[in-house]
């Protein structure tokens, strides 16, 4: 009963803050991938349709919640620097964790374009006037995070990304406020738990 009136809710939701959907041109696979599980999986195969969409550059990569790599790792396939931001003790909605920044490093340490960083993003962003050809956000998903990371992400780059609009519609809102705000233009790509577009 839960599950069905969650469906509905969401549903209007999705009405609500109704975003044009994205469509791809071309899936790509990526060649550098961790062999590990996340809901972001699938996503790496739009980053080139993306990047040749929008005629981002590809030098600079900033993202803000890496957890255990997998996003960071696909991401590092098609930008020259990938600064990855995290806690690395996780948070309410993605679970919490002992401090698992040294193993993780550890991890990606083949990778030499990944450079992590172990700190909140509101300390990161602090005087932080940095531009970036590409952000993606994915940090805990509720609206006041998303948006305040989001809005600073959305004005420091080309392209911010923002991964489950389709699973968590407080990130879904937050995407849509924040092209609001920002005038930007915003899509949402509605595959492996929703990716919104803002650029
Ligand atoms: C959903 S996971 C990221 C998943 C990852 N992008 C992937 O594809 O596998 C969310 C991450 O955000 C981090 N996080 C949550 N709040 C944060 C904050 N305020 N600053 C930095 N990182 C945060 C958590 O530690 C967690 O590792």
Redesign the pocket.
Known sequence: MKYFVKRIKNKALRAKYNLPTYEPKQLQQASKMLE?H????GLEQIIPDIIERFNLNTDSCL??????????V?LSNYFDKVIG???????D??GI?QDHYESTSESVEKFNNIHLIQ??????IKNNEDQHDLI?V????DYK?TYQ?GLWAATHSSCAIF??TESFMEVRHAVYDIAKKTGKKVYNYPHHNGLGIIV
């Open positions: 590990i996340s809901a972001w999986k993202e803000f919640g890496t957890e255990f790599c997998f996003s960071t696909a931001v995290d806690t690395f003790i996780g948070d909605h993605s964790k700190s909140t993003y509101q300390e990161y993606h994915d940090i805990i998903h995070h990371c991964h489950d």
